[in-house]
């Protein structure tokens, strides 16, 4: 999604590419990332029919808008391969979420999430730490509902401003953020580095409720065990952020 639309590729160009990922390197799992595919609801259901036909076996992941979920398109993913649906919830306080335009309600949050178990398709559900309005009640009460509902489901991102957003306008004007090009270069492992504190909360009590939710948030898994994938990941993963940066 670029400019002012939505350009998509045919249905029988991407089963073709991928048709061929599994021929050739033996790859059974997808993952569709930045897309909110299951508003493109004609889209999906073609893709759904032709893999169909075409008789490919293959499971997938798909990102969507949680308003996008809809109890058709979620059964027919699941007879058709989808395994599991990321989407973005952010917060569970409506306020927050009307702060943030989200225009959905902590009713329909619930409700979706419920609709995706009820078909065997697993949530993955991001959430957000850092608005300038939370204080360390609210990441107690996030703990508490995670631990509670959503234990290792949740992707826990931390509030990163990008540029020509209203948030970095926000930090900017709050001198948070200095030169523009500096600011750029030192960003990082992004989303889960803390690169600009926009609460009133000290970095370290930020940094310390990170943790703590994160700890009951995050699915565990398995580390991949191909040498060949430990290599890569060295080259282009680790040498590109240095021990200081990561988590």
Same mark, same amino acid.
């Given at each position: 999604?670029?400019?002012?639309?939505?350009?998509? @590729?045919?249905?029988?160009? *991407?089963?073709?590419?991928? #048709?061929? /990922?599994?021929r050739n390197h033996g790859l059974s799992k997808f993952y569709f990332v930045d897309d909110n595919l299951l508003a493109m609801e004609d889209w999906c259901r073609d893709f759904l029919?032709?893999?169909?036909?075409?008789?490919?076996?293959f499971s997938f992941v798909v990102q969507t808008r949680i308003d996008a979920i809809n109890e058709e398109l979620v059964r027919e993913g699941a007879e058709n391969g989808l395994v599991c649906v990321s989407t973005g919830v952010?917060?569970?306080?409506?306020?927050?979420?009307d702060k943030? @335009?989200?225009?959905?309600? *902590?009713?329909?949050?619930? #409700?979706? /999430?419920?609709?995706?178990?009820?078909?065997g398709v697993a949530p993955s559900l991001n959430f957000i730490i850092g608005f300038e309005w939370e204080t360390e009640a609210d990441w107690q009460k996030m703990y508490d509902l995670i631990k509670d509902n959503f234990a290792g489901q949740v992707k826990l991102n931390i509030l990163t401003p990008l540029p020509n957003t209203f948030i970095y306008r926000q930090a900017k004007a709050r001198g948070l953020i200095g030169d523009k090009y500096e600011y750029i270069l030192n960003m990082g492992d992004l989303y889960f580095e803390l690169i600009v504190n926009m609460?009133?909360?000290?970095?370290?009590?930020?940094?310390?409720?990170?943790?703590?939710?994160?700890?009951?948030?995050?699915?565990?898994?398995v580390f991949p065990a191909s040498e060949r994938y430990l290599n890569k990941l060295a080259e282009h993963y680790y040498q590109r952020f240095p021990p200081g940066k990561r988590l």
């Open positions: 999604m670029v400019g002012s639309g939505i350009s998509a @590729r045919q249905v029988d160009d *991407v089963l073709d590419e991928m #048709e061929m /990922i599994v029919k032709r893999k169909l036909e075409r008789g490919l076996d952010e917060v569970m306080n409506q306020h927050a979420l943030m @335009r989200k225009k959905i309600t *902590v009713e329909q949050i619930y #409700e979706k /999430i419920a609709l995706l178990k009820r078909y609460t009133n909360e000290p970095d370290e009590r930020l940094w310390y409720w990170y943790n703590k939710i994160n700890s009951v948030a995050t699915r565990k898994v």
